[in-house]
């Protein structure tokens, strides 16, 4: 069984568009988050969820909205999609945060944006 | 904020050989630190971590140490193995998880 699970894999689209990317886990993890990768592999934190409440919100546009209907999904919601938004997305999950829980990754989602 | 500091970007070594990978991280207040091996097309994994109270880890051919005073943390890897190859990341807890910029490892064989 996949631990953390995204959809869709790619996600080819135009300039102006709005996309959503999906997140789920099923490790009964109480976080999860997401990330974006650059072409120059660097792995920034865009956002966190515990227990569906936002705890981490980085300098993200307001464009991206995460949104969590419940512990084991937290979807990625994209408005106006920019040039600059092409980049592998991708969710993670742990434990309590607060005890540095091991994260583990889904297989990343790349975007690229027209 | 934390910042974590990586080197080398790139890391070419022969099977067989040691690689060993160095990161520095800002932050006293990190406590938790993780390595991830992410190969082409894929997550990270997470592959061995070491937490604060702690000066050292093994696993198999792959070992942490951590060096709290100079912050600063390693990755070692004996005995690389061509499946060895990846891009490798540091990352530092305290309030949230950084990580470093990643070091391209090729084993060659």
């Known amino acids: 069984d996949t631990a953390v699970s995204q959809t869709p894999k790619y996600l080819v689209t135009q300039m102006g568009n709005d996309k959503s990317i999906k997140c789920e886990q099923n490790?009964?993890?109480?976080?999860m988050y997401w990330y974006k990768q650059d072409s120059k592999k660097f792995l920034k934190i865009m956002f966190s969820y515990n227990n569906k409440e936002l705890i981490i919100n980085e300098t993200v546009p307001n464009r991206f909205s995460p949104k969590s209907p419940d512990k084991a999904h937290l979807n990625l919601h994209i408005n106006s999609l920019e040039l600059g938004d092409s980049a592998v997305y991708f969710c993670a999950s742990s434990q309590a945060p607060s005890r540095g829980g091991q994260q583990f990754f889904g297989p990343g989602t790349r975007l690229t944006v027209l | 904020g934390e910042n974590v500091e990586q080197h080398p970007s790139t890391l070419s070594v022969q099977e067989g050989d040691s690689a060993v990978i160095k990161c520095t991280y800002s932050?006293?207040?990190?406590?938790?630190f993780p390595w991830y091996k992410q190969e082409l097309g894929k997550g990270p994994q997470l592959i061995i971590d070491?937490?604060?109270?702690?000066g050292e880890k093994k696993d198999q051919r792959i070992a942490v140490t951590l060096n709290k005073t100079a912050k600063h943390f390693s990755l070692h890897i004996t005995e690389t193995q061509p499946e060895d190859s990846a891009v490798y990341f540091c990352a530092a807890y305290g309030q949230n998880f950084v990580f470093g910029p990643g070091t391209r490892l090729s084993v060659l064989p």
């Open positions: 070491i937490r604060s109270n702690v």
């Open positions: 490790l009964g993890h109480d976080t």
């Open positions: 932050d006293s207040a990190s406590n938790y």
